[in-house]
């Protein structure tokens, strides 16, 4: 196809995207109005050049955002051909049509960015339109679940740009709770608080603790938020695995009165402190059948090196406690038998030790972790013997 053709195959497509997103109602004519005037003056519905109909993400998006504006017609502070772009770049010269359009009062770019955004919300557009008309995001309603407080709402118009609306909140609350920049970032983008919880009250408890504690390991702040959620909020079943059923672990748990040290210390023996409120979790018990792969005896001088399998959750449980990793939490996985979990361990007189900790796969036959104590990389004379017994099953090392 010449370079003609596909230009004007370009254009086909965008005059059919334009028709195809027109309104249907009393805002047409609104629509086709402001398409002319944003294509007299911008570039925002410029063919990109060399471009297919497969490469216009960028176009269709806008084109999207287009029909939204003119369905608030009606709250239009300025009409369109009277604006005048100076910006580079489909997202700044959008913002700046937002800004002509509706903006009597400064708004922060996180709510303008999201009308580019296909699944945008009416309620964040709503809330983008109220601020527009100069009034406190504090007096909107319906309000968002994060509470929005005096501090918060001083930090709403410096909320990073590239945060969607809930997690533009919940930055502006970490901040106006005294919080880092570094901390909002974290839990804003990378934690469940990204978003509304069903226990707002609860999560500023955890949010005044984690600032009040700070500063703190960012990966032990996401630590400790996905440990508390686990414990409080998520079904047992999940945190404790099979057996733990459909109620939380912990639902009376809180930091109130709480160090970090006791919750580190916590976070650490959380399965034996509950086992003494909940004895009954130690009575459930499972196991499976074993593999097809044979267990090993070999003897190397005055050495006797054992690997075996690993059939019950009780064994599980007891190899990690003993090397002090997560080995339990395959539980499931075992269960349903997408994974084989082995012992290695040598006896040179006395009861045999510990020395790794294999997984397999059992479908595709290979040993895809072995781990010593504390999840460190096993021993020379482990590999060794891995190698050895990973030959005769006919097993692939993968990580060794």
Same mark, same amino acid.
């Given at each position: 196809?010449?370079?003609?053709?596909?230009?004007?195959?370009?254009?086909?497509?965008?005059?059919?995207?334009?028709?195809?997103?027109?309104?249907?109602?009393?805002?047409?004519?609104?629509?086709?109005?402001?398409?002319?005037?944003?294509?007299?003056?911008?570039?925002?519905?410029?063919? #990109?050049?060399?471009?297919?109909?497969?490469?216009?993400?960028?176009?269709?998006?806008?084109?999207?955002?287009?029909?939204?504006?003119?369905?608030?017609?009606?709250?239009?502070?300025? /009409?369109?051909?009277?604006?005048?772009?100076?910006?580079?770049?489909?997202?700044?010269?959008?913002?700046?049509?937002?800004?002509?359009?509706?903006? =009597?009062?400064?708004?922060?770019?996180?709510?303008?960015?999201?009308?580019?955004?296909?699944?945008?919300?009416?309620?964040?557009?709503?809330?983008?339109?109220?601020?527009?008309?100069?009034?406190? $995001?504090?007096?909107?309603?319906?309000?968002?679940?994060?509470?929005?407080?005096?501090?918060?709402? =001083?930090?709403?118009?410096?909320? #990073?740009?590239?945060?969607?609306? !809930?997690?533009?909140?919940?930055?502006?609350? $970490?901040?106006?709770?005294?919080?880092?920049?570094?901390?909002?970032?974290? &839990?804003?983008?990378?934690? $469940?608080?990204?978003?509304?919880?069903?226990?707002?009250?609860?999560?500023?408890?955890?949010?005044?603790?984690?600032?009040?504690? /700070?500063?703190?390991?960012?990966?032990?702040?996401?630590?400790?938020?996905?440990?508390?959620?686990?414990?409080?909020?998520?079904?047992?079943? !999940?945190?404790?695995?099979?057996?733990?059923?459909?109620?939380?672990?912990?639902?009376?748990?809180?930091?109130?009165?709480?160090? &970090?040290?006791?919750?580190?210390?916590? /976070?650490?023996?959380?399965?034996?402190?509950?086992?003494?409120?909940?004895?009954?979790?130690?009575?459930?018990?499972?196991?499976?059948?074993?593999?097809?792969?044979?267990?090993?005896?070999?003897?190397?001088?005055?050495?006797?090196?054992?690997?075996?399998?690993?059939?019950?959750?009780?064994?599980?449980?007891?190899?990690?406690?003993? /090397?002090?990793?997560?080995?339990?939490?395959?539980?499931?996985?075992?269960?349903?038998?997408?994974?084989?979990?082995?012992?290695?361990?040598?006896?040179?007189?006395?009861?045999?030790?510990?020395?790794?900790? $294999?997984?397999?796969?059992?479908?595709?036959?290979?040993?895809?972790?072995?781990?010593?104590?504390?999840?460190?990389?096993?021993?020379?004379?482990?590999?060794?013997?891995? =190698?050895?017994?990973?030959?005769?099953?006919?097993?692939?090392?993968?990580?060794?």
């Amino acid at each position: 196809m010449s370079a003609y053709a596909r230009k004007q195959s370009a254009k086909r497509w965008l005059d059919c995207a334009l028709v195809n997103h027109a309104p249907r109602s009393r805002y047409r004519m609104y629509y086709w109005n402001l398409v002319n005037d944003i294509r007299s003056k911008s570039s925002l519905l410029a063919i #990109p050049s060399g471009a297919s109909p497969t490469d216009f993400t960028q176009l269709r998006t806008v084109i999207c955002a287009i029909a939204k504006l003119t369905q608030h017609r009606k709250h239009w502070t300025n /009409m369109p051909e009277f604006w005048s772009p100076k910006e580079l770049g489909y997202r700044r010269q959008f913002r700046s049509l937002l800004r002509h359009l509706f903006e =009597r009062y400064p708004v922060p770019d996180f709510l303008a960015n999201d009308w580019l955004e296909p699944c945008q919300s009416d309620w964040s557009r709503q809330l983008y339109l109220h601020m527009a008309q100069g009034f406190s $995001i504090r007096q909107f309603s319906p309000r968002s679940a994060i509470p929005i407080s005096p501090q918060t709402a =001083r930090w709403i118009m410096q909320v #990073p740009p590239h945060l969607e609306p !809930y997690p533009g909140i919940r930055w502006a609350q $970490i901040c106006g709770l005294g919080g880092t920049r570094e901390l909002a970032n974290c &839990l804003a983008k990378n934690s $469940i608080l990204d978003y509304e919880t069903s226990d707002e009250p609860f999560w500023e408890s955890v949010l005044r603790f984690l600032i009040r504690n /700070m500063p703190l390991c960012l990966d032990e702040v996401q630590e400790i938020v996905n440990f508390v959620n686990e414990q409080k909020f998520e079904a047992g079943e !999940y945190a404790w695995g099979h057996g733990g059923g459909t109620s939380p672990l912990q639902p009376e748990l809180t930091l109130k009165g709480r160090t &970090l040290r006791s919750l580190r210390r916590h /976070m650490a023996n959380w399965r034996q402190d509950i086992l003494k409120k909940r004895p009954e979790l130690a009575k459930k018990s499972f196991d499976w059948p074993r593999s097809e792969f044979a267990p090993l005896v070999h003897h190397d001088g005055d050495a006797k090196w054992l690997i075996f399998e690993l059939l019950s959750d009780r064994a599980l449980k007891l190899e990690g406690n003993a /090397m002090n990793h997560c080995v339990y939490d395959y539980v499931g996985e075992c269960l349903e038998r997408t994974s084989s979990i082995w012992s290695v361990r040598i006896q040179r007189s006395g009861t045999p030790k510990r020395m790794v900790t $294999i997984e397999v796969d059992p479908k595709t036959r290979k040993i895809v972790q072995a781990r010593g104590k504390c999840n460190s990389t096993p021993t020379l004379e482990s590999k060794q013997v891995l =190698r050895f017994w990973a030959e005769r099953e006919g097993l692939t090392l993968t990580s060794v």
